[in-house]
């Protein structure tokens, strides 16, 4: 009987996948759950279930460090969003993808599944890094036996498979963020209630006083806040924490999928959304103005890559590589104000500012203004051309 690995999350989708194979696929089962940080309820929860609906084996795999080293750090460099929120989950998925391919050949596994449906963007990002990085078949249960949800949940029941129906919201969760969709969310008419969000207070429920953060830098990289140096999870782990008790990170957009469909999406991203902002603050100090631009288009562009589930196209490391060079004088440090959902710097210090308090003090006595008037003569001048013509 053949193998096959399942992408397990011990959620509806995936549970209900593990029964699907075998009945209707006639393949033995192996699930493997990555930890990207989900938390350790989830972890213990997915191991549960494994064990629950009898699977033949079950990885747990920690890639936690990794994904904050590797991924995270690229983001954070790259200043990626998408639409306006800091990218989580799809930033994440070239990483669980590969991690389940380790396992699939480790078991000599014939096949690859996952539970995605056929609306969303994840089984681009997860076939995507199979194909480019292994030779392996891909199965799509739910997708292929075009089920609804009310139809997995009915064959659950049929096979004993016993979940928190309760659950209204589909969420996706990892150390840089949390996704949140599904139920009455899924109509933009409808506000979203407070309690889908876990990471971050409302405005009203803020820190009622102003915080100040100072976070430092290494070539583009957060390494310290407030002069404690601590590895870049942990880091995360900190920013999450501070942002989201001063109400920052919340996102509500409506989000255009790969396919074609727009979707209602909310986003908690307080760390991300800190860390990015003090980041770019920092770059505005010691890039040169066309490095700036340049850098505005690479972000738009790198972006847009994780997003489209293109993290194998040699164009994103040949950013990484453009970037990475880039990245070498933004060290410095950055104090962020942070107060009530609102965020903005305060101090910026690095020792390759370019920013010079000789040239641009009005007290300067040795850069003679008057020789600007030759620049100024001659700046615009086709236009000027152009409208004397039109006179």
């Known amino acids: 009987m053949d193998k096959v690995v399942l992408a397990f999350s011990g959620g509806l989708d995936t549970s209900v996948c593990v029964k699907l194979l075998e009945e209707k696929y006639d393949v033995e089962v192996i699930t493997a759950c990555v930890d990207v940080g989900q938390g350790e309820e989830e972890m213990a929860k997915a191991e549960s279930m494994a064990a629950k609906i009898g699977t033949g084996k079950h990885y747990t795999i920690d890639a936690k460090e990794e994904f904050a080293n590797e991924y995270i750090a690229r983001g954070i460099k790259a200043n990626a969003e998408y639409e306006g929120y800091p990218l989580s989950t799809a930033l994440a998925r070239p990483l669980i993808a590969q991690k389940i391919i380790e396992v699939a050949e480790k078991e000599g596994a014939t096949a690859i599944a996952h539970g995605c449906t056929g609306k969303g963007n994840d089984q681009f990002r997860f076939e995507a ?94 390494v310290a806040i407030d002069g404690e140096m601590m590895p870049l999870i942990e880091l995360i782990r900190k920013a999450n924490q501070i942002a989201g008790d001063n109400g920052i990170g919340r996102v509500d957009t409506i989000e255009n999928r790969m396919i074609g469909l727009k979707s209602r999406e909310n986003y908690e991203v307080p760390g991300a959304k800190l860390l990015i902002a003090a980041h770019q603050a920092l770059e505005e100090l010691v890039l040169t103005t066309d490095e700036l631009r340049f850098a505005e288009y690479m972000s738009t ?29 933004v060290s410095g440090e950055v104090t962020m104000k942070l107060f009530k959902g609102s965020i903005q710097p305060l101090v910026r210090k690095s020792p390759f500012s370019l920013h010079s308090i000789e040239q641009i003090t009005f007290e300067d006595k040795e850069t003679d203004q008057r020789e600007v008037e030759g620049m100024i003569k001659y700046h615009g001048l086709q236009a000027a051309n152009y409208q004397k013509l039109n006179r």
């Open 301 to 329: 562009l790198y972006a847009d890559l994780v997003y489209r589930a293109l993290w194998q196209e040699p164009l994103r490391e040949d950013l990484d590589q453009a970037i990475d060079n880039m990245q070498q004088r």
């Open 129 to 222: 890094v199979i194909l480019a990085m292994s030779d392996l078949d891909i199965i799509a249960p739910i997708r292929e036996l075009n089920l609804t949800r009310t139809e997995e949940q009915a064959y659950a029941e049929e096979k004993g498979i016993k979940l928190n129906y309760d659950k209204i919201y589909s969420i996706d969760e990892n150390i840089w963020g949390r996704s949140i969709e599904g139920g009455n969310l899924e109509d933009p008419a409808n506000e979203p209630p407070e309690d889908i969000y876990e990471w971050t207070k409302s405005w009203k429920d803020a820190n009622d006083e102003p915080q100040k953060v100072t976070i430092e830098f290494e070539e583009g990289i957060p």
